[in-house]
């Protein structure tokens, strides 16, 4: 095992060049102890060395840094993978498979097949077009893999059950659509009408879980009664697809971004350093915790949603 940790460290130093700082840079450039300061001013970037003045305005924010060691990374890694490797094998061959009802398949309007296609689109181009070439690799944060599901559920060649699994997904991550209303970091978005893009861009993203809920293409419940087994039923639903989403999600970035992380030097949803208000060397297993609360609050939210739309559609049948 420790011979594993030292190779998959030694791969994330490589990877990184001998370009990244000890500390990640303050948001200000001012003599500060946190940092590199040399000669007036904070460094970004080593070999060569590149001072933070000289990048593009919110760039620094974004920079990468050896805020946690090469030996912590790899070993976060390789048990957070395996441990969420796991839980997945748990939640799809051990918990009860019981398959929430789709009364009409997956099949997404023309407006929003079209919404993720302009979306992708835009997202694209203002990253290919920055200042920075290497904000590309921005494309894995959160929202934009988002808009790649959803327009995966306008594709023929997606089968129904992996749609009807992208749905059940994307009821808990609506909390990271919510979770950058709240943060607000809007830093490196210096493009014409990007800041306005961005926040107009989230907003959307927030719309289709509500829409196939309305339309009845998808639901997250198996049964209303309250009998005992049937309500245990529901738990097991319930705990399935947080864990599932859990999954998808923490391999996704321990396993594939954090080593983009190292290759684009940039500090890719904050896998290299924390944004705050949750600092030291467990911050990302903190975050893991706050997501997984975060998804259980979500598929709440989603549930009544779905409660009060089966409700309307009653009464309007009835009338």
């Not at 209303?181 to 107009?200: C, I, P, S």
Request: net charge positive; hydrophobic share 45%.
């Amino acid at each position: 095992m420790n011979l594993l940790f030292t190779v998959l460290s030694d791969y994330y130093v490589s990877l990184s060049n001998g370009r990244l700082v000890d500390e990640p840079p303050p948001g200000i450039e001012s003599e500060s102890l946190v940092g590199s300061y040399i000669f007036g001013g904070h460094v970004c970037y080593l070999n060569p060395t590149v001072y933070c003045a000289d990048l593009p305005e919110g760039q620094r924010n974004n920079v990468g840094s050896w805020y946690l060691s090469s030996e912590r990374h790899a070993q976060e890694t390789i048990f957070v993978t395996a441990f969420y490797a796991l839980l997945a094998f748990t939640s799809i061959y051990l918990l009860p498979n019981k398959k929430v009802r789709v009364t009409n398949p997956i099949k997404p309007p023309l407006i929003l097949t079209l919404s993720s296609v302009v979306n992708l689109f835009l997202l694209v181009y203002y990253k290919l077009t920055s200042d920075s070439p290497n904000n590309i690799y921005f494309m894995v944060m959160p929202c934009n893999v988002l808009w790649v599901l959803n327009l995966c559920l306008s594709l023929p060649v997606v089968s129904p059950n992996v749609k009807a699994a992208i749905v059940q997904a994307l009821f808990q991550f609506q909390a990271l659509v919510i979770t950058v209303f709240v943060t607000k970091d809007t830093a490196g978005l210096n493009g014409f009408l990007e800041v306005e893009f961005f926040w107009v861009s989230h907003c959307l993203l927030l719309l289709p879980p509500f829409y196939y809920l309305w339309q009845g293409q998808s639901e997250t419940l198996l049964h209303y009664s309250t009998k005992t087994n049937k309500l245990k039923s529901e738990v097991v639903n319930f705990v399935k697809y947080i864990l599932q989403s859990a999954s998808a999600m923490g391999v996704f970035y321990f396993a594939i971004v954090l080593p983009l992380c190292f290759k684009s030097l940039l500090n890719l949803n904050y896998m290299l350093s924390p944004p705050g208000p949750i600092f030291g060397e467990n911050y990302r297993l903190v975050s893991q915790l706050l997501i997984v609360v975060g998804f259980a609050c979500s598929r709440i939210s989603m549930i009544a949603v779905d409660i009060a739309c089966k409700i309307i559609r009653r009464r309007e049948k009835k009338d």
